[in-house]
């Protein structure tokens, strides 16, 4: 009577185990994601710089997100990773993340405006070192025919803005200016 009473108490324990373990596997998606992620949602990704994870969350809930939303997150995602890169000094990786970007979610301006935003840490980064042909190659990339909000002559309609302050001046009268002052 021992030894069934014992076997019995063994199976009840495998079988509760069992049954913890399966109830385990079938959590929601979410749950999953959150332990694997180890963040919330995407803005608790993006503050923990885990970015596949942010678009993971994104996506899974794309159907639930009105078009607003997920253009949203899909701008914030791209901002948030070409900070970082930049600020890695992972320059043209920044650049990479931008230039993959399609126009639904962010416009034109503002594509040329984050891209501003990374070539001017570039600058900066290689003026910081003293080495201004390299801050000069980074001043290079900007665009020539937009200003540092991204905006060219004829998208300003009337906030027009003069030929000499576009992206690539401004960036190479800054190395000028920290070239004077230095040497």
Same mark, same amino acid.
């Given at each position: 009577?021992?030894?069934?009473?014992?076997?019995?108490?063994?199976?009840?324990?495998?079988?509760?185990?069992?049954?913890?373990?399966?109830?385990?596997?079938? $959590?929601?998606?979410?749950?999953?994601?959150?332990?694997?992620?180890?963040?919330?949602?995407?803005?608790?990704?993006?503050?923990?710089?885990?970015?596949?994870?942010? $678009?993971? @969350?994104?996506?899974?809930?794309?159907?639930?997100?009105?078009?607003?939303?997920?253009?949203?997150?899909?701008?914030?995602?791209?901002?948030?990773?070409?900070?970082?890169?930049?600020?890695?000094?992972?320059?043209?990786?920044?650049?990479?993340?931008?230039?993959?970007?399609?126009?639904?979610?962010?416009?034109?301006?503002?594509?040329?405006?984050?891209?501003?935003?990374?070539?001017? $840490?570039?600058?900066?980064?290689?003026?910081?070192?003293?080495?201004?042909?390299?801050?000069?190659?980074?001043?290079?990339?900007?665009?020539?025919?937009?200003?540092?909000?991204?905006?060219?002559?004829?998208?300003?309609?009337? @906030?027009?803005?003069?030929?000499?302050?576009?992206? $690539?001046?401004?960036?190479?009268?800054?190395?000028?200016?920290?070239?004077?002052?230095? @040497?």
């Amino acid at each position: 009577m021992k030894k069934i009473n014992h076997l019995f108490q063994l199976f009840s324990f495998i079988t509760i185990s069992l049954l913890i373990i399966s109830c385990d596997n079938f $959590r929601a998606p979410e749950e999953k994601m959150s332990k694997k992620c180890k963040c919330e949602d995407v803005d608790d990704c993006l503050s923990k710089y885990n970015f596949e994870c942010a $678009r993971t @969350y994104m996506s899974k809930h794309e159907a639930n997100n009105e078009l607003g939303g997920l253009y949203s997150n899909l701008k914030k995602i791209t901002i948030a990773e070409s900070v970082y890169d930049a600020k890695q000094g992972e320059y043209q990786k920044a650049l990479d993340v931008i230039s993959e970007v399609d126009g639904f979610y962010m416009s034109i301006e503002e594509k040329e405006e984050a891209k501003y935003t990374v070539l001017e $840490r570039a600058v900066d980064n290689f003026l910081e070192k003293g080495d201004l042909k390299t801050a000069k190659i980074w001043a290079l990339k900007s665009s020539d025919s937009r200003a540092i909000n991204g905006y060219d002559e004829v998208g300003m309609g009337e @906030y027009a803005w003069e030929k000499t302050e576009t992206q $690539r001046k401004t960036l190479l009268k800054k190395i000028d200016e920290f070239q004077k002052a230095i @040497y």
